[in-house]
């Protein structure tokens, strides 16, 4: 355990960002999946709004610096490209 009072300090820091990158990257993944389910079931009209939460949600974590926007971009334009070819 850290012994100065700013590396105490640094230690709860670095534990909070822990758990929101955490919740980030899951609701990413989680919005990714129901995606993906979505365009298996071959529902055309909640695919598109099942995208756009995805736009949201990768656009939040590009904007927290937790993933990068090329990243993002390409994830992005890859679920796309799934929508053309089902």
């Known amino acids: 355990m850290a ?9 709860r820091q670095a534990l909070k960002r ?4 955490r919740s980030l990257l899951s609701k990413i993944k989680n919005n990714v999946n129901a995606f ?3 365009v298996s079931s071959k529902k055309t009209d909640e695919i598109q709004k099942s995208l756009s939460a995805v736009n949201s949600v990768l656009a939040k974590a590009v904007k927290k610096g937790l993933i990068k926007k090329e990243f993002a971009s390409r994830k992005l334009s890859s679920l796309s490209n799934t929508i053309e070819r089902k």
């Open 18 to 21: 822990n758990e929101v990158n």
């Open 3 to 11: 012994n100065h009072k700013s590396a105490k300090k640094r230690c």
């Open 36 to 38: 993906n389910s979505l």
